[in-house]
């Protein structure tokens, strides 16, 4: 399998995860949790009395009124993306993406950008998740996501030192996306011929506990290639993967 075929194997899942992330939260109705920093009221001057106090009510239900309406689109281009409606979904979700409220319209630009790139429209796809990236309003932790979507929809069309400058910051242990971020980059590197970096870049990701163990497994491959050790216990490996350490390889030889 090629880097290419990986990569967009990689990409089906993680848009996969993410339809099913939102499509969850937002039928749960958790939409506190979900639908976060949308602001608190912001009242320069308090107003005495039942004046403010209703002003305070009022501004309260239109918030609650404009996340249950939100809730209701997203919701309802998710039923049209999973029958297969596509263009329906895409459609829907467009008001919503440019109104810049927060996780709610980042959450309607992810699925654009998605849906953009799942009918072969990189293009389109990366300005999308670029939107979404560059949304002030969005959660930080959706505007990264949406640039490492952004990278990865455009990589083959993207110098490799712009790679590495655009994910370095993310590709970093701890980070939520350091992963596919790191992955990237680590590629990046190799197609610079810079392969000191790019097999420490893989070798981190493999000893990242908080990296998925597909990803870790391919990127420990890489590293190996590269001449660079990611294993730290080899009987751990084993057993994750079934398997017994030879029992003559545990100690040399007697009489050696």
């Not at 993406?97 to 699925?111: F, H, L, P």
């Not at 640039?147 to 701890?174: F, H, N």
Request: aromatic share 6%.
């Amino acid at each position: 399998m090629t880097r290419e075929d990986k990569l967009a194997q990689r990409d089906a899942a993680e848009q996969e995860a993410l339809l099913r992330e939102v499509d969850d939260a937002v039928r749960q109705g958790d939409t506190e949790e979900f639908l976060t920093k949308w602001g608190k009221p912001l009242l320069g001057v308090v107003i005495a009395g039942l004046v403010g106090f209703g002003g305070y009510l009022f501004w309260q239900s239109r918030q609650e009124a404009a996340m249950e309406k939100n809730s209701e689109v997203l919701v309802g281009a998710l039923d049209q993306v999973g029958v297969g409606n596509l263009k329906s979904g895409y459609d829907g979700l467009e008001e919503l993406a440019g109104a810049k409220e927060g996780a709610a319209s980042a959450a309607a630009g992810m699925i654009r950008a998605g849906i953009a790139a799942q009918q072969q429209r990189p293009e389109e796809a990366a300005k999308l998740f670029a939107a979404v990236a560059a949304d002030d309003s969005a959660p930080q932790v959706m505007r990264d996501l949406a640039k490492v979507r952004e990278i990865s929809v455009k990589y083959d069309t993207m110098k490799s030192a712009d790679i590495i400058a655009a994910l370095k910051p993310l590709a970093v242990p701890g980070n939520p996306y350091f992963g596919s971020a790191g992955e990237m980059v680590a590629h990046a590197y190799l197609d610079m011929g810079k392969r000191a970096e790019a097999g420490a870049m893989f070798a981190q990701i493999a000893k990242d506990d908080e990296v998925p163990e597909t990803l870790r497994s391919r990127a420990r491959q890489m590293a190996g290639v590269l001449g660079v050790d990611a294993i730290e216990d080899v009987d751990a490996l084993l057993k994750e993967q079934g398997l017994e350490r030879d029992a003559g390889a545990e100690a040399p030889a007697a009489g050696q």
